[in-house]
């Protein structure tokens, strides 16, 4: 079964906008992370931002900021006036306590971000 | 800043040779993962290393695979007959328990 959906193969945005991609999870854990990692062309894989379940407030970190609504088992990456630099893969992943801490990942939204 | 590096960054093999991927993870780091991505798909966990030996293993990590930690800092994957299909980028990851996964900048391999 899909534990993690990401819905949209590729978005087009224009520089300077902000954009959501969505990011949603199935499990069963009380306990979980959440991860969003930035892969550029280049190939390497950035973290960017991690979300806990128990975690009361949003992650941010700089320009990014999780969108966490555990009851729609949702946890969508918002970045705020978007670069050209932006545009990359970008995948969410999920970390469940009792599988080793490894990571399950979606299948990935391409950002471009149009000048 | 602490870092995981990997070696090669790119390896090219024949089908049926054997290949070794080198992984130096973070040294204070407790759980040590490999994972692979075919080009232009997701990323698969393989398998996941604690305290010395395999904790979990994904059904792609078959008996082609093996893993070790052969001194205390590198972290091996071993792929003994490359196929076609093991083509991809192959990532090496290590984590504390609560924190992120800290991510190699992976080794591209290319099976001919």
């Known amino acids: 079964a899909q534990k993690i959906t990401q819905t949209q193969p590729g978005m087009f945005v224009q520089e300077k906008e902000a954009v959501t991609l969505d990011c949603t999870y199935d499990t069963s854990d009380q306990s979980y992370g959440l991860f969003w990692y930035k892969q550029p062309s280049s190939g390497e894989m950035i973290f960017l931002i991690y979300q806990g379940s128990y975690d009361e407030q949003n992650a941010t970190e700089g320009r990014y900021s999780l969108n966490f609504q555990k009851a729609r088992k949702s946890a969508n990456l918002v970045i705020s006036a978007s670069q050209l630099g932006d545009s990359a893969m970008y995948f969410c992943a999920m970390r469940e306590p009792y599988s080793n801490y490894q990571l399950i990942w979606g299948a990935g939204t391409k950002l471009i971000i149009k000048p | 800043e602490p870092e995981v590096t990997q070696t090669p960054s790119h390896q090219v093999t024949q089908m049926g040779q054997e290949v070794i991927l080198r992984c130096v993870p973070i040294?204070?780091?407790?759980?040590f993962y490999w994972y692979r991505q075919i080009l232009g798909q997701k990323v698969e966990f393989l398998v996941s290393?604690?305290?010395?030996?395999?904790?979990?293993k994904s059904e792609i990590f078959d008996d082609q695979f093996s893993v070790e930690r052969p001194d205390g800092s590198n972290f091996t994957l071993k792929i003994r007959s490359t196929k076609l299909e093991d083509s991809a980028m192959y990532f090496c990851?290590?984590?504390?328990?609560?924190?992120?996964?800290?991510f190699g900048p992976g080794t591209r391999l290319t099976v001919l």
């Open positions: 290393f604690y305290n010395n030996e395999i904790s979990e």
């Open positions: 040294s204070n780091h407790l759980y």
């Open positions: 990851a290590s984590t504390q328990i609560d924190n992120e996964q800290f």
